[in-house]
């Protein structure tokens, strides 16, 4: 990725997976990363590393996308946790989808960017969060019984399966992210977190992190 | 893609380890509950939990399998339409127990047999479409004004092919028909759509 730094800011590390999670789906893992820096505009490069992307990501490649190894993998995972994959779409399906109704890869911000890269290259699912608004190491877990999820009225039915730090649940696995977690203006550190499945090798969580890395501090 | 599956034999032998060490692991706190220990569920509930997590394991792996023949399907399938690819979820994010695997498994094995089902008959009128394209060419006074479109025989294109008399009514009454083939889509400006406006003037050559 030319003009893009390529060093580590802060090494992946992984995340932890709640034993019953891990037992019922090995393979299950989420890895992250954290950058200094927050969302913004997008710099010259990474919308030139988004137009040359909407170039090479046509229709056919959109045809076949479910053929392909990894795509195929966060499909078969979704039918396993009770999601339709083809209404809760994969990310790279949705990101897919956006690019043929769009006719390419629409510049968002920095933050978006960098995450349209990482999953449209190497096809794993990213999530974003503000990094000083968590406290300790995330990782992956059923809800508890009456647990609460910020920004939902109520709670969350018991067994949901959620992003969670060591104090609550931030995100939905594949789905909302609670409210005040996710990247927002003020935000001065984001962690990304790569989330990977049965068949998607760690080596590809670490791609796709420094890919998201790389764009957000280009 | 089949290699990230476990084989047959590896997950048998999986599933008898785990009954083994299952089974061992109950037998040693029964014989701690023997010797005054606190009262223990029965010996049959630890099997019957490695029994349901190997079907579990099962069905997903069967999932698994057919997701990737829907896969293969729905890429071979283009650009053919009107065919359903749906199989309806319980809802999640969630770990599912046997009986909604079991359903979502049956879902795509009967969305697997009505996709193949419908992929055969679409073959099979591709075929005499193709046939009949065959046909015209070789006697086009025998199929007059006959039009097939290249989708009819699965062909991402807008070809067609046009039994048309020769010079018009001349052609219709001496009998002069021949096969017509377009040469290929509109342009995606769409039809009545100039590049250059109407009123713009075009500059003069140097």
């Not at chain 1, 009770?82 to 779409?89: A, K, N, V």
């Not at chain 1, 809800?143 to 109520?154: D, I, N, Q, Y």
Request: hydrophobic content about 40%; overall charge negative.
């Amino acid at each position: 990725m030319e003009g893009l730094p390529e060093e580590w800011e802060t090494a992946p590390e992984p995340g932890w997976v709640a034993p019953v999670l891990d037992e019922e789906f090995p393979g299950l893992a989420i890895h992250c990363t954290t950058v200094g820096r927050g969302s913004g505009k997008s710099p010259a490069a990474v919308k030139e590393q988004l137009r040359e992307m909407s170039n090479r990501f046509g229709g056919a490649q959109a045809i076949h996308l479910r053929e392909k190894p990894i795509p195929w993998a966060y499909r078969v995972f979704f039918r396993h946790i009770g999601l339709d994959p083809d209404t809760t779409r994969t990310p790279v399906e949705e990101l897919t989808l956006q690019r043929m109704h769009d006719g390419g890869f629409k510049s968002k911000n920095r933050l978006d960017d960098a995450l349209t890269i990482a999953t449209m290259e190497i096809g794993v699912a990213m999530r974003a969060f503000d990094a000083d608004k968590l406290e300790g190491r995330l990782g992956i877990r059923p809800s508890a019984p009456g647990e609460k999820f910020e920004g939902l009225v109520g709670s969350l039915t018991h067994g949901t399966l959620v992003i969670a730090d060591e104090k609550r649940p931030v995100a939905v696995l594949f789905g909302d992210t609670a409210e005040g977690r996710g990247v927002h203006p003020e935000t001065e550190r984001t962690l990304l977190a790569a989330i990977g499945v049965k068949g998607v090798p760690d080596i590809a969580l670490e791609e796709g992190l420094w890919l998201a890395a790389s764009a957000m501090r280009a | 893609m089949a290699s990230v599956e476990p084989t047959e034999v590896e997950e048998f032998d999986q599933l008898h380890a785990g009954l083994a060490v299952a089974v061992a692991d109950r037998e040693d706190e029964l014989l701690v509950a023997g010797r005054g220990g606190e009262i223990l569920p029965p010996l049959e509930t630890a099997v019957t939990e490695v029994d349901e997590r190997r079907a579990r394991r099962d069905l997903r792996r069967q999932i698994a399998r057919m997701e990737a023949e829907l896969g293969r399907l729905f890429g071979a399938a283009f650009p053919r339409t009107g065919i359903e690819w749906g199989v309806a979820a319980p809802g999640g994010p969630r770990v599912l127990g046997v009986a909604e695997l079991e359903q979502i498994r049956d879902a795509m094995a009967d969305r697997l047999a009505e996709t193949r089902a419908t992929l055969g008959e679409i073959a099979e009128d591709e075929q005499a479409y193709r046939e009949l394209v065959e046909d015209i060419v070789a006697d086009p006074a025998s199929h007059k004004w006959v039009r097939v479109r290249s989708e009819s025989l699965g062909e991402p294109s807008c070809r067609h092919w046009h039994v048309r008399p020769r010079w018009g009514v001349l052609g219709m009454l001496a009998g002069w028909w021949r096969v017509k083939l377009s040469s290929g889509c509109p342009l995606a400006l769409g039809r009545g759509v100039s590049r250059v406006p109407k009123t713009a003037v075009l500059p003069a050559p140097a």
